[in-house]
């Protein structure tokens, strides 16, 4: 029968109301919304109806055959389905005889809260011919308006084709019952015939009923002979979970007796028993809750090229997934048990067929894998992650989340296939990572997995090219995640003389595939012989090519416009030979016309740049960042309460972030006050901003109002100053702080040895603050009287040239003096500092590295013992956030060369300098020269990039700016607040199916290896702009991901 | 209706006898309470309709309430003024004054919508009621040994006097009055502080609680959340604290920020309290459209602090929110799983009655209540039918109850909770005979 031969609904049935609404109103427009026929979907199972041959004993076709229209094993629509279209034995039209009328397919969806199944169809046909309007809702109810669902019992969780393809079974949680559902009562196209539902009591070996709640079901595998006639009832068995009886029960469909269980006892040991069992009557108000795993999902898998029948089991209280063997009557026969890492449950598992590992010929290869044998389950964990594990040949989870950098030398397929948790041989894990298992990327919480597979294509590797096995992970916001098991279309391993043509994060097994083109792509373009050759200028494909640098580095001093940019830090420059224009030119390392070599090393984990973003580094910047408009790492302005006694000040905030941000000791505090643009706005009840007449900063400072006046003098030095404080003690809820020194910022990295040569460096930070040449630079009389001392409020070891005062007039803007030195902060009275106060937390003496979706990664953890912030051992070297202009030396340029991070290093550095004419420093022209030098370099490596900033320091200038030809050693030029901006693009995209689910709760592999996406749904109010889905069904194809039908 | 009253009460004036309240009716039940021994059920009728001149707070005896539910499950005993539910048999229908402490209740303001109790000691206990008619947030105190309670000197059924209502920061007639729509109140018996938000407006206001003094309005931050691009509505919802830590948690009914709040007493532990906004973070795991769910309508936190509960209506959903400490001293504050619920869900308990935690979800529009098994994945265990207009949700642990306020049909609904209970979640007695409104 096709798809048309259904009952269905005239819909001038929903019409008409409407329009008679219309009319009472007098509105002559017609409004019409789409028909949502779904109520909160949570499952869907597959029928098979149509035309069908009882064919008899012989199994052949005879022309005394009876036909008639029947429902069927799946296997009858699927033979239909092929790419070239077939027939299941028996089922050929014969010549002289009608042909046997068409059969199509029937999706029975599962709708919990209402208690009933909802019905769609749509045609057995290649995959490849449909156009996304084939599947339909049906109505299982003509005599009603609308589309109507079957009735079919109490909070039904889980709907299961039984093995004759005959009827459809729901496990049903609010009667601890089934339902048994005849398919040809529902889609035949006989109005009289009402869909016939039976509900079936559970009952044990003594025939005492079960009254457990179920939590899942699935059914044992469908039959594939096709030609015998349906029949009264269910047949064969299915696998329910109950939770709360810690049993997975095997219950013949058609009479509800159970036959046997696995059994989870109280005390971790496992069994296979047989149906003589009780469980609390949890729907009969009978039996207490006792302990024990409680399995709440299964999935089963018969796999005919091998030959096995296997159940996989979840509990969403255990770490353990228990594989059962079935035997060929689908009863329990034997388990094994894998344990996940971690005090995780499961709440979704999908169990892969027997998988050939390995393979890049785009097709599926599982006989002659190089791999060897897999078979995995997927498993929805607790901790949001999902988590694999080879159930076949390791008997071991498998740790999705080994760091790249470990594994390009691995030639192995096989030991890729899977690294065993825990395993000595298994490589470090990526920073960051929770756990084992694959995190979703800005998806939310996974929520269900299935897994399918593509048996070939002939397109070229891509995003969108799925050849192999592959796993469909739903999310709480509603996307859908593909995971390759095993891409038989790309190479497995990664080749050093081609580092971006095979990345280790593309290639290796249960990593989220990535949706970004042509990774591999490289800065070359063709000659005039049509032979490709390097450039300089290329920027990457505009959809896609790897991770690098969007625009250019862009460089921000704070000192206005003296452009003294030239020597501060900045981003390693590299020679670069661009064969096309034939020129010489530099480029940066993180370029995407970079060596590929510099670039695979620059971004060695492709999956580790989560993001396309853009990154800053600001000397002494804050340590958070956030914005009213995100959460990443903390706002970047915080409120706590100052208090101040005994000389001694701290700053206590309650919400205890410190540790949370990152702070160490010597990073500084600022209390930013308030902004008088802003009014009282920013201030308490009762409270003024209040700016001191004195101050030169903008910011003021929230006083009582009916006192603000009388503490102008009390609070002088404090509202005057840049209230900028150094932190000597870092508790999660309290810093202590000390007034930060004014320190000459060219004070030598590795400190000053003498007043006068503090003296010296005042008049070359003078200069600095210039654009002027140093031979027309005559430094002002008033440099202030800088000393060469300890500095109590930075880092010990080195002296610095300190400002030092006999009053406030001595010292620079927003600085005060105090005990004869000029300080950016003062400890005040308490009564300056009433209330609460807003406070900024930056790097001391380091440039902060902030992600803008990353935000600041930093090492630090409360010790739980003291609550002090203290640096985790464990933590990956690359939880790293700040980059000092001093480190210790690299150890080594590998990708595995970790530590220390940041390190010094030399590099080579090629620039475009200044030609000056003899004797001036008139430039000879505008372009300069092009020089490659040696320069000194931090390397800086975090866990999506590592790059080296060169030039910490300068040494200095002697005739003309840019000459170089200064002596000046360890000097620094950068001044807070400078930054770089780095905009990298083209980071880590995971492959998504292009559907918009709300809520998805559940994927199911479907006929032809399609995939199916169940949304419960949403009930945004229409008045607010939203869409009401009530509900929704997508279906897609993995081999053109493209296709997609919806139905709602 | 409220137009014919309207109409009626134009017509001829009613005395200020005829228009006051009963005392020993429920009229729009809204704010339910439990008192920390769970003795007690303190019980906000809102008045909605302005039948009466003023809404009420009455106090139900809850071990009588046990009683009666004990007779009737054990030996199906009906005692005077109950009768067996017409429709649904198992159900126990009372005259809700069986179950009233006589003399014990108030008059408030009207629409007040929810209530929250401070612990005094010693079984003296203090109501904070946001009252959104007045406004005001209104404080009434128990008395353990009246057994009563307590807003103005006047003597029989009360009427909270100006003293009780607070309006005005701090007492201070310079500083801004309270800010209009005082919706959901959160008691920190600890910290001896009351937050109360603002449904309209995206405003916390902080309430200081001296044991042995009146409260002060000492706090308010204003212009939290963003507002509704559409329709230009901000608001503050729900609040919670998560104990230990002492943060508060507020929820939006516009975006779905969620942001949190310190408390600090910087002048001394006397002084006024005031807050300090802290860290904030998004629902942004649940629901399309980047994951956003707002309309956050209640919070709870599971035992001991590490998981909140949070209820929207955009989408439909309960996220459960990891809050335990990330190691770094801090909250983690993500989501890590969710389920659908049922739509306009108004109500939120969490309780482990013995079978592990879970949380009771009230569904205004469809008169049910979910109940919640957090555990693994978040599932909806079970839907309860519960009356018409469920709105707030109180559970009781110990006594194994939960306790639901039916706003349209003027009962309190009684679930009972045992595990394994025949009965198990669901409605086993109404406080009150259900009736049209």
New interface residues.
């Given amino acids: 029968m096709s798809t048309s031969s259904l009952r269905r609904l005239a819909p001038a049935a929903l019409a008409l109301p409407l329009a008679v609404v219309a009319a009472a109103c007098g509105n002559t427009t017609t409004t019409t919304g789409t028909p949502l026929n779904l109520d ?1 979907p949570v499952d869907i199972a597959f029928g098979c109806y149509g035309g069908l041959r009882l064919v008899g004993d012989n199994g052949t076709a005879d022309a005394s055959d009876p036909v008639v229209e029947s429902a069927q094993p799946l296997e009858g629509c699927a033979q239909r389905a092929l790419p070239t279209p077939g027939r299941p034995p028996g089922q050929e039209d014969l010549t002289g005889e009608s042909p046997i009328p068409t059969v199509g397919y029937y999706a029975f969806i599962l709708e ?2 209402p208690g009933t199944v909802a019905v769609a169809s749509f045609p057995a046909k290649d995959v490849s011919e449909f156009l996304g309007i084939e599947v339909n809702v049906a109505d299982a109810d003509p005599l009603t308006p609308g589309k109507n669902a079957i009735a079919v019992g109490d ?1 039904p969780v889980a709907i299961a084709s039984d093995r004759a393809g005959c009827h459809m079974v729901t496990a049903n ?2 009667s601890c019952d089934l339902s048994v559902i005849d398919i040809g009562s529902v889609v035949d196209d006989d109005t009289s015939t009402k869909p016939d539902v039976r509900a079936i009591a559970v009952t044990n070996a003594a025939g005492d009923e079960v009254l457990a ?1 179920p ?1 899942a079901m699935v059914a044992e595998p469908p039959s594939t002979d096709v030609g015998a006639a349906c029949p009264d009832t269910a047949e064969g068995l299915v696998y329910v979970a109950y939770p709360q009886c810690h049993r997975v029960a095997a219950i013949r469909a058609g009479t509800g007796e159970i036959e046997a269980s696995i059994h989870f006892a109280e005390d971790g040991t496992v069994e296979i028993t047989d149906g003589d069992f009780t469980c ?3 729907c ?6 006792v302990a024990g795993e ?1 399995p ?1 999902t299964l999935d089963l898998v018969e796999d005919k090229r091998v030959g096995t029948r296997r159940l996989a089991i979840g509990a ?2 255990s770490p353990f997934l228990t594989v059962v063997e079935l035997g060929a009557d689908s009863l329990p026969q034997s388990f094994s048990r894998v344990e996940l890492e971690g005090d995780v ?4 598992v999908a169990l892969s067929p027997q998988i050939g590992m390995g393979g890049s010929s785009g097709s599926i290869n599982d006989d002659i894998a190089t791999g060897g044998q897999f078979q995995f389950v997927y498993a ?1 964990a ?3 992650t999902v988590r694999v594990a080879d159930v076949l040949s390791l008997g071991a989870e498998c740790d999705t989340q080994v760091d790249p950098r470990y594994i390009r030398g691995l030639t192995n397929v096989r030991q890729l296939s899977c690294f065993p948790v825990g395993d000595a041989a298994t490589p470090p894990r990526r920073a960051g990572a929770k756990g084992p298992g694959i995190e979703l990327v800005a ?3 996974p ?1 269900s997995v299935a897994i399918t597979w593509v048996d070939t294509n002939t397109e070229q590797p891509g995003p969108d090219t799925l050849v192999g096995y592959f796993a469909v992970v739903t ?4 996307q859908t995640t593909i995971v390759n098991i095993d891409d038989d279309n790309y190479e497995d391993l990664w080749h050093a003389d081609d580092p971006l043509g095979n990345q280790p994060a593309l290639a290796v097994p249960h990593q989220i595939r990535d949706n970004v083109k042509d990774r591999d792509a490289l800065a070359i373009a063709n000659n005039a012989d049509e032979v490709a050759v390097p450039i300089c200028s290329a920027v990457g494909p505009s959809d896609g090519g790897g991770p690098r640098l969007s625009s250019s580095v862009e460089r921000n001093d704070t000192v206005a416009d003296t452009g003294r940019i030239y020597m501060k830090p900045g981003v390693r420059r590299l020679a670069c030979h661009d064969e096309i224009e034939d020129t010489d030119t530099s480029v940066y390392e993180i370029d995407f016309s970079a060596p590929q070599d510099v670039r695979d090393q620059t971004f060695p984990d492709l999956r580790a740049m989560r993001f396309s973003e853009t990154w800053t580094m600001i000397w002494e910047g804050t340590l958070s960042r ?1 914005d ?1 408009s ?2 990443i790492d ?2 970047a302005e ?4 100052v ?1 101040v006694g005994g000389g001694q000040m701290h700053l ?9 941000a990152g702070v160490e000791p010597y990073d500084f505090a600022v209390l930013t006050g308030c902004d008088p643009s802003n009014g009282d706005a920013d201030c ?3 409270m003024t901003c209040y700016v001191h007449p004195d101050a030169t900063v903008a910011a003021g400072q929230c006083l009582p109002i009916d006192t603000a006046d009388s503490l102008s003098g009390t609070c002088r030095s404090f509202l005057v100053s840049e209230r900028r404080y150094a932190i000597t003690e870092t508790d ?2 309290t810093l202590t702080l000390v007034p930060r020194r004014h320190v000459l910022p060219t004070t030598p990295l590795s400190g000053c040895v003498s007043d006068q040569q503090c003296a010296d460096l005042a008049a070359y930070d003078a200069l600095l603050d210039t654009g002027m040449h140093p031979s027309d630079f005559t430094p002002p009389d008033d440099l202030g009287d800088w000393r060469c001392m300890a500095d109590p409020s930075r880092t010990a070891g080195i002296d610095r040239c300190v400002e030092t005062c006999a009053e406030d007039a001595d010292c620079d803007d927003g600085t005060v003096c105090q005990s004869g030195v000029c300080v950016e902060g003062v400890v005040p009275p308490a009564a300056c500092v ?3 106060n807003r406070y900024t937390l930056h790097a001391g003496e380091a440039f902060a590295v902030l992600g803008d979706s990353t935000g600041f990664l930093h090492p ?3 010790d739980p013992a003291t ?1 002090a ?1 203290v640096k ?1 051992p464990d933590a990956s070297p690359l939880m790293v956030g700040r980059l000092p202009l001093v480190a210790p030396p690299c150890t080594g340029d590998g990708y595995t060369d970790l530590t220390p991070n940041p390190c010094s290093t030399t590099v080579t550095q090629t620039e475009r300098v200044p030609q000056y004419k003899a004797d001036s420093c008139d430039r000879v022209d505008a372009s300069g020269n092009l020089i490659t030098r040696d320069a000194q370099a931090i390397r800086f490596q975090n866990p999506a990039f590592r790059l080296n900033i060169v030039d910490p320091t300068y040494p200095g200038d002697a005739r003309c700016r840019e000459d170089r030809e200064g002596t000046l050693v360890d000097v620094p030029t950068v001044k807070s607040n400078y930054s770089l901006t780095i905009p990298l693009v083209a980071g880590f995209l995971s492959e998504r199916a292009a559907i ?4 998805p ?1 559940r994927v199911v592999r479907g006929p032809e290896n399609s995939v199916w996406v169940i949304d ?5 109010p229409q008045q ?3 869409t009401n889905t009530r509900g929704q069904v997508f279906r897609f194809e993995p081999g053109y991901l493209g296709k997609i039908n919806v139905v709602q | 209706m409220g137009l014919g009253l309207a109409l009626a009460a134009g017509a001829c004036t009613a005395s200020s006898e005829e228009v006051r309240p009963p005392a020993d009716q429920l009229f729009f039940p809204t704010g339910l309470a439990a008192s920390p021994d769970e003795s007690l059920l303190f019980v906000m009728s809102a008045n909605s309709e302005l039948r009466y001149d003023s809404g009420t707070v009455q106090v139900i005896d809850l071990a009588t309430v046990d009683e009666t539910i004990d007779a009737w499950l054990t030996s199906g005993e009906r005692p005077t003024g109950c009768e067996r539910d017409l429709t649904l048999p198992g159900i126990l229908d009372c005259d809700e004054a069986r179950f009233f402490i006589a003399g014990a209740g108030v008059r408030t303001g009207n629409f007040g919508a929810n209530l929250a109790v401070q612990d005094l000691g010693g079984g003296n206990l203090r109501l904070v009621v946001p009252v959104r008619g007045d406004p005001s947030v209104t404080w009434i105190d128990w008395s353990a040994a009246d057994r009563k309670l307590s807003c103005s000197s006047d003597s029989g059924f009360q009427l909270c006097d100006d003293a009780h209502r607070l309006t005005r920061m701090r007492g201070d007639d310079s500083l801004p009055q309270v800010v209009s729509e005082p919706f959901g109140v959160y008691v920190d018996s600890t910290a001896e502080v009351a937050m109360v938000t603002h449904l309209t407006s995206g405003t916390v206001t902080l309430v200081d609680l001296p044991p042995d003094g009146p409260p002060v309005l000492a706090d308010v931050i204003g212009g939290l959340f963003a507002s509704d691009p559409t329709t230009g509505a901000r608001g503050a919802t729900a609040v919670a604290g998560r104990t230990p830590g002492g943060l508060m948690y507020v929820t939006s009914r516009t975006e779905n920020r969620v942001q949190t709040f310190a408390v600090s007493r910087p002048g001394g532990a006397d002084a006024l309290p005031l807050l300090l906004a802290g860290d904030y973070f998004f629902l942004s795991r649940v629901g399309t459209n980047a994951g956003q769910s707002s309309d956050t309508r209640g919070i709870a936190f599971g035992a001991g602090g590490d998981r909140a509960y949070m209820m929207n209506r955009e989408p439909p959903s309960l996220a459960l929110v990891d809050t335990s400490d990330d190691g770094l001293g801090f909250p983690r504050n993500e989501v890590t799983g969710a389920t659908d619920l049922c739509r306009e869900a108004s109500g939120l308990a969490v309780a482990d009655v013995g079978d592990g935690e879970r949380a009771y979800v009230s569904c205004f529009q469809d008169g049910e209540v979910y109940v919640i098994d957090p555990r693994g994945g978040v599932e909806v265990e079970d839907i309860a039918t519960i009356g018409r207009g469920p709105f707030s949700v109180v559970a009781s642990p110990t006594r194994r109850r939960l306790y639901v306020s039916n706003f349209f049909e003027n009962t309190v609904a009684v679930v009972d909770l045992t595990p394994g209970a025949p009965t198990q979640n669901r409605v086993v007695l109404r406080i009150g005979l259900p009736e049209d409104q």
Avoid at chain 1, 345 to 348: A, S
Avoid at chain 1, 475 to 478: A, I, L, V
Avoid at chain 1, 996 to 999: C, D, I, S
């Fill in positions: 909160r919990s809260v909070l949680a609010g709640r939590a609390p009557a949890e009969g108000g009978g039996g207490a809750p409680r709440v969403d209280d449950g499961v709440i979704d929805v607790t901790d949001g998806a939310g919480s929520l999310s709480t916001s509603g956030d009213f995100q959460s903390g706002p915080r409120v706590g309460v208090q206590d905030d309650p919400s205890r972030p410190f540790c949370a308490g009840l009762g999660a809820g009433p209330g609460v630090i953890v409360e609550g912030c985790d918009a689910p709300v809520f709760v419960e749904g949403d009930n945004i607010v702009g939203g």
